[in-house]
C-alpha cells in the first residue's frame, strides 16, 4: 500500500543535515513524515520541486512589526505577509512598540493580536528594564517568548538599559539567552552635538555612533555575562574590533550580522540613499564589512537576521538627525543573501545554517530549522538560477518600499510551506493566514 501525505513536495534537491540530496518531502500533520524516494506516494496536494532547491524553512530572529502603537509603518500582518513571500516561515518580533512589551499583559496582547492575522509562526522578546528586572525570570518562561531583548543604547522606542548595574541584575533574572542591542549609551549622549552640527547629514551617522559606541558596549556585555554566568547574543555585529572580543568569548556570546552590513557600505550607502541608508548600528566602511564577511567564513557569525525596522518615507524624509533609524528588510533577506551565494562569498550550506539552524539552536527553537523527520514541515522552495529585480512595488511592508530597490539578484523564493501549509507560490499569498506561535524546548511545558 502506497503512502498517502496531506502534501508531497517531489523532485526537489533538499538540503538536509547529511547535505544536498534528491528527495521528495511527504508531510503529515504539519510534520515531516518522510524524506526520500516516495515515487508511490500519493497526497492532498503536490508541490512540483523539479529544478528547485528546498531549504528548511528560513527564520527571520531579528524583526520589528511595529504593533501595537505604530501600525502607521508595519502591523503584524503585513509585516508576516513580507515574511511568507520573502521565503520565511517564522518570525521574533521585538519590544520596542507602544506601549512596549515589558509585561505578561503586553505580551499576550500582541499574542492576540496576531492570532488570524500572522501568515507565519511567529514568537516575541520581552523587552529587559530597570522596573521589570527582577520578573524576567518568569515572563521569559510565557508560552510564545522568544526571550528577552535588551537595549543598550537608545534607538527606536523607550526601552534602554544603560548602566552596569541594572545590565547585570537582568542578565540574573532568568536562565534562557538574552538578545542586546549592544552601543554605549553614554558615548551616544556625549557625542550627539556632532549630529546638530550645521549641514549634518546622514553620513555623520557612523561618525556619531562610531566604532568606539559599539565596541564598549559589547566589552561591557561580555563582561557581565562572564560575572553572571548567562549566555548571550549580540545582535547586528558591525566592526572589526567587536569581532576580535567575541571570539574570545563563545562559552557566553553568540552573534548575529545583517544582510544590510554585508550588501551595503559607507560612504557610497549614504551618497546613494541618505537616510534610506540610516540605521542603528549603522552601516560602516569596507574594512568593517570585509571583517564581516571573514566572519561568517569561519563560522564565529552564528545567526543573520533581518533587523527589518520600517519607518515611512514621509519620516525618512525628515532632515537628519530627525530621520528615525531603520531599514525594511524582511521579504529581501533571503534574496540577497541568495544573490551572495550565486556570487560566492559563502556556500549554500552555510547560508542555511546563518538562517536556519542557527536562529534554533542559538535560541533553543522546538522542531524547527531542519529537513529532518519529525520536525514541522517549514519549508522554503527556491530556485537559485532565477534572476529578479528587487522593486518597491512588490515590498509587502506597509511603508512599500526598499533600500535595495533596483538590484538585480540571482536566487529566489518560489514557494513558502509553514507547519505543511501552502502560504505563498511565486509571489502570491494564498488562502487565510496560518501562523501560531513557535515552542521552545526550555519552556515546553508551559506552552502545553
Known amino acids: 500500500m502506497s503512502d498517502h501525505f496531506e502534501l508531497l513536495v517531489r523532485g526537489g534537491r533538499c538540503v538536509t543535515p547529511a547535505g ?52 502607521h509603518k508595519e502591523d503584524l500582518a503585513t509585516g508576516t505577509a513580507s515574511a511568507a513571500l520573502g521565503g ?12 512596549p512589551t515589558t509585561t505578561q499583559a503586553a505580551l499576550e496582547d500582541k499574542l492576540a493580536r496576531a492570532r488570524g492575522r500572522a501568515w507565519v509562526d511567529y514568537a516575541f522578546f520581552v523587552g529587559a528594564s530597570a522596573e521589570n528586572a527582577a520578573e524576567l525570570a518568569r515572563l521569559e518562561l510565557l508560552p510564545g517568548v522568544a526571550g528577552v531583548k535588551v537595549f543598550m543604547g537608545s534607538s527606536t522606542g523607550s526601552l534602554l538599559v544603560a548602566d552596569d548595574e541594572v545590565l547585570r541584575a537582568v542578565l540574573r533574572s532568568g536562565r534562557r539567552r538574552v538578545a542586546v542591542h549592544a552601543e554605549d549609551e553614554p558615548r551616544l549622549v556625549e557625542r550627539a552635538a556632532l549630529t546638530r552640527e550645521p549641514g549634518a547629514t546622514a553620513a555623520l551617522h557612523p561618525v556619531w555612533r562610531d566604532e568606539e559606541t559599539a565596541l564598549r558596549a559589547t566589552r561591557r556585555l561580555l563582561a557581565a555575562a562572564r560575572q553572571t554566568g548567562r549566555r548571550v547574543h549580540v545582535l547586528h555585529v558591525t566592526t572589526e574590533e567587536e569581532l576580535e572580543e567575541l571570539v574570545r568569548a563563545r562559552e557566553h556570546a553568540t552573534v548575529e550580522v545583517t544582510p ?15 537616510t534610506l541608508a540610516q540605521m542603528n548600528p549603522p552601516l560602516r566602511g569596507r574594512r568593517h564589512q570585509e571583517a564581516l564577511w571573514r566572519a561568517v567564513g569561519s563560522g564565529l557569525v552564528d545567526v ?27 521579504q529581501t533577506l533571503l534574496p540577497l543573501m541568495l544573490d551572495h551565494v550565486h556570487a560566492g562569498r559563502l556556500g549554500l550550506l552555510r547560508l542555511v545554517d546563518l538562517l536556519c539552524h542557527g536562529p534554533a539552536r542559538v535560541y533553543g527553537l522546538a522542531a524547527k530549522g531542519r529537513l529532518v523527520q519529525g520536525y514541522d514541515a517549514d519549508l522554503t522552495l527556491v530556485a537559485l538560477d532565477r534572476q529578479h529585480t528587487l522593486a518597491n512595488a512588490e515590498m509587502a511592508t506597509r511603508v512599500g518600499y526598499t533600500p535595495f530597490h533596483g538590484r538585480r539578484v540571482t536566487g529566489w523564493p518560489v514557494a513558502t510551506v509553514v507547519r505543511g501549509r501552502v502560504v505563498m507560490t511565486e509571489g502570491e499569498l494564498l488562502g487565510a493566514p496560518v501562523g501560531a506561535p513557535a515552542r521552545f524546548t526550555e519552556t515546553l511545558e508551559q506552552a502545553r
Do not use: W
Open 88 to 99: 520565511v516561515t517564522t518570525i521574533f518580533e521585538m519590544p520596542n512598540t507602544k506601549p
Open 260 to 274: 544590510q552590513h554585508l550588501s551595503l557600505a559607507a560612504p557610497e550607502c549614504y551618497e546613494q540613499l541618505g
Open 304 to 330: 543573520l537576521g533581518s533587523d527589518h525596522a520600517p519607518h515611512t518615507l514621509e519620516e525618512k524624509a525628515r532632515p537628519y538627525p530627525d530621520s528615525p533609524s531603520g531599514l525594511p528588510g524582511v
Open 20 to 71: 544536498v540530496v534528491e528527495a521528495d518531502v511527504g508531510v503529515r500533520g504539519g510534520k515531516i513524515a518522510a524524506l526520500g524516494a516516495l515515487s508511490g506516494a500519493t497526497a492532498e496536494r503536490t508541490l512540483e520541486a523539479q529544478g528547485l532547491t528546498v531549504l528548511p524553512g528560513v527564520i527571520d530572529s531579528q524583526v520589528h512589526f511595529r504593533e501595537p502603537g505604530l501600525e
